[in-house]
């Protein structure tokens, strides 16, 4: 932990990632392609989007869901229904244009064209009672005063270890509590993986309330009351947001962002080494290396095949699936092969597991390739991860709702990664744990 103390200290004077070209501010123009016809249906009401939903959660599964109708309509752009959907979701529009391609997918990205108010998970919302009543950062527009207000703070609290830090420790023994709260919102919008149709009937029908979590999440809310004196008056006097506000944004970042976010990346990180143990002599090789006496940030960023992992992990299993976009106005948008008209008020889907798969872009896009991201080659391809709702080269800002710690997230895997191979010669387990370890001899 004293380790994860540093890196957050060190973030203020550290230009991290690898070398990259700017990437496009904005999505691509559409080119001389045909236009074409948005393919695809939304069925019949009602019917429609349950057979849809039977689909994506119990029949097929979502990256079989998605595949299928892009062989169907030989397209990467369609229309579909993705879950949640009736009967006690009725005021749920499940209606959607999904993007599956990084061309298309990019115009999720443009905020000239496209909003992003109360769509974190789609077109479902869930109860604001689970963040104190406040729609927090995640679910503002940039069009939204309060947006760039909250999402500065946010941008700043990456940086501000003295006033972060001291609560850090103790916050981890609640992240039990977390996992409830955030698993209580996301139900009706993920496949679990148990028994069919249980599933279904018990987790994909309703919203779960929040009065199951309250008790823990208003011991967090104390928590930080207590113990964050120093950066709510911060957040008061620099950006003007009231306790509250601070607070519930707060416990969103380090429950959904942060909590959420690394419990699905850094098992895949660590599942993707301990599987290849000719990976691992050339992580501790360039580790030893480059280390130094002491691990840092500076250090790590002269680690090429380190970061290349981590990006690699990154853009197999991004660590949130879906995307969404709403239309602000009529516009054209392109795939590699072809311009549809999008009308004002569509809503956008991109599933970003089939996204970073795209055939155009990376060569061989089902394997895992180390060195994917290294050279001038891989450099390039940077502008086409999309993991941070944004490209891995892009710049956070209250313009955008770019990650605002995205590259705090590569850092920190790259930092564990370099010190487990500074340590140890060779690491074995699986995604759920590592079970052995080979000390270095020193």
Known sequence: MAMGTMMTCRMMSISPGMPSSSPPTQSPAPASLPLRTIPGSYGWPLLGPIS?????????????????????????????????????FAGVNPNV???????????????????????????????????????????????????????????????????????????????CSLDKWLALQLLPTVKIGILQPLEEIFLHSFSYPFFLVSGDYNKLYQFITNEAKEL??????????????????????????????FSIFLPGLISRIVSDTALQEKLRDEVRQNAGPSLSFES?????????????????SPPVPLQFARARK????????????????????GYQPLVMRDAEVFDDPESFRADRFMGEEGRELLNYLYWSNGPQTGSPSESNKQCAAKDYVTLTGSMMVAYLFKRYDSITGDSASITAVEKAVK
């Open 330 to 349: 009529d516009f054209q948008l392109s795939s590699h092969d072809s311009v549809f008209d999008i009308k004002k008020g569509e809503l956008l889907c």
């Open 97 to 175: 244009v999904a993007v599956l391609d990084t061309k298309s997918f990019a115009y999720l990205f443009d905020m000239d064209i496209v909003e992003k108010k109360n769509i974190l998970v789609g077109e479902f919302m869930p109860s604001v009672k689970f963040t104190g009543n406040i729609r927090t950062c995640a679910y503002l527009d940039t069009s939204e005063p309060q947006h760039t207000q909250v999402y500065n703070l946010q941008s700043s609290t990456v940086y501000i270890s003295p006033l972060l830090s001291p609560f850090f420790l103790i916050f981890l023994f609640y992240f």
């Open 300 to 316: 790590v960023m002269k680690m090429p095949l380190v970061q290349s992992v981590v990006y690699e992990t990154l853009r197999l």
């Open 232 to 261: 709510l008056r911060y957040a008061e006097t620099e950006f003007g947001l009231n306790q509250e506000e601070t607070i519930h944004n707060l416990l969103f970042i380090l429950g959904f962002n942060a909590f959420g976010g």
């Open 52 to 88: 849809d939903r039977l689909d994506y959660f119990w029949f097929q599964g979502p990256d079989t869901f998605f595949k299928k109708r892009i062989d169907k309509y030989k397209s990467t752009v369609f229309r579909t229904n993705v879950p949640p959907t009736f009967p006690f």
